[in-house]
């Protein structure tokens, strides 16, 4: 029980430090000093101090938005396993509660930006929904080759000891659905090719479109929810990369925290090598990781 409680504070205090390793990788490859690593730790308490302004045009709806929107995550947290420990919350099919808390949690940011009644800020909500319809399916893909190869539904045993026994002959499959999984994590946390959290050019924002109002308090609980998202996707990724089931919790978090690292680290290699996409290629990188999901798919039901 212990261990499982442990990764509710894991998750709350390291999530922040994923997006300041990002951009520390980014400044390097760029030639520059960057900001710190934990400069999101400092955006966030001073964001905190402040105080929020709302516009007279906007309801109880963009003011709940952050708040909900946070809520999701944080119970969204609950059902990943860290380390290979079983989850804080899990139960069969949870998979499908997992997915449709990030879903909530896009849905409710969504309505907070159309009540603003800014049609620039609707121009980003379209986006967000639109490419959604592309991300999601293939999160479900995933989970369904997952479901397939574990013979479970729920993610603590899809992600913990069920996966470092899966047989060989899912190997195949086990890779593909890795990889679309790396997309889906850039497209689901707003990251480059197709995405680019850093820009403020109206025409290629997506994510950032939707947020521009909110200040103070709110923006905080955004920031933090978007790395507590990012921390959930990457952690999974994680746990397929290297299933942690040795017994020894120091070595499992050892070995999680060590592929977390890495991964983040390759996150903001692929941010360094890579420009943005253009606007309508997008869809087209996330249709072709839903077509790899699929193909994985099928290798793993043969």
């Known amino acids: 029980m212990l261990i499982k409680m442990i990764s509710i504070p894991v998750t709350l205090a390291f999530a922040p430090l994923l997006p300041g390793l990002i951009n520390k990788i980014k400044a390097v490859f760029a030639g520059r000093q960057g900001p710190p690593v934990l400069q999101l730790y400092f955006?966030?308490?001073?964001?905190?101090?402040?105080?929020?302004?709302?516009?007279?045009?906007?309801?109880?709806?963009?003011?709940?938005?952050?708040?909900?929107?946070?809520a999701c995550l944080l119970l969204a947290s609950l059902f990943v396993p860290l380390a290979g420990a079983y989850s804080p919350l899990s139960f069969p099919g949870d998979v499908v509660a997992f997915a449709y808390l990030l879903g909530m949690a896009r849905f409710i940011t969504v309505l907070a930006a159309l009540d603003t009644g800014s049609s620039f800020e609707g121009m980003g909500a379209s986006r967000e929904v639109t490419f959604s319809i592309l991300a999601e399916p293939t999160l479900f893909i995933i989970f369904i080759v997952l479901?397939?190869?574990?013979?479970?539904?729920?993610?603590?045993?899809m992600f913990g000891q069920a996966v470092s026994r899966m047989p060989m002959k899912f190997a195949a499959s086990l890779a593909l659905i890795v990889f679309s999984l790396?997309?889906?994590?850039?497209a689901e946390n707003s990251r480059i090719p197709v995405d680019d959290p850093a820009t403020h050019l109206e025409l290629t924002m997506i994510h950032e479109v939707m947020v521009l109002d909110h200040g103070g308090p709110d923006l905080a609980f955004i920031l933090y929810g978007a790395s507590i998202k990012l921390f959930l996707l990457v952690a999974?990724?994680?746990?397929?990369?290297?299933?942690?089931?040795?017994?020894?919790?120091?070595?499992?978090?050892?070995?999680?925290?060590?592929?977390?690292?890495?991964?983040?680290?390759?996150?903001?290699?692929?941010?360094?090598?890579?420009?943005?996409?253009?606007?309508?290629?997008?869809?087209?990188?996330?249709?072709?990781?839903c077509m790899i999901a699929i193909v994985g798919m099928i290798l793993g039901m043969r």
């Not at 955006?43 to 309801?59: E, H, N």
């Not at 790396?182 to 850039?186: A, E, G, P, R, Y």
């Open 182 to 186: 790396f997309i889906v994590c850039l």
């Open 43 to 70: 955006d966030l308490f001073k964001l905190l101090k402040k105080g929020a302004v709302y516009s007279t045009t906007t309801t109880w709806v963009f003011r709940a938005g952050p708040i909900v929107s946070l």
């Open 236 to 289: 999974l990724m994680a746990h397929l990369i290297l299933p942690m089931d040795s017994g020894d919790p120091v070595r499992d978090w050892t070995y999680f925290g060590a592929t977390v690292a890495v991964l983040t680290i390759v996150i903001g290699m692929v941010e360094s090598g890579m420009a943005r996409l253009r606007m309508i290629r997008v869809p087209r990188l996330l249709t072709a990781a």
């Open 147 to 157: 479901v397939r190869c574990t013979g479970s539904m729920s993610l603590s045993t």
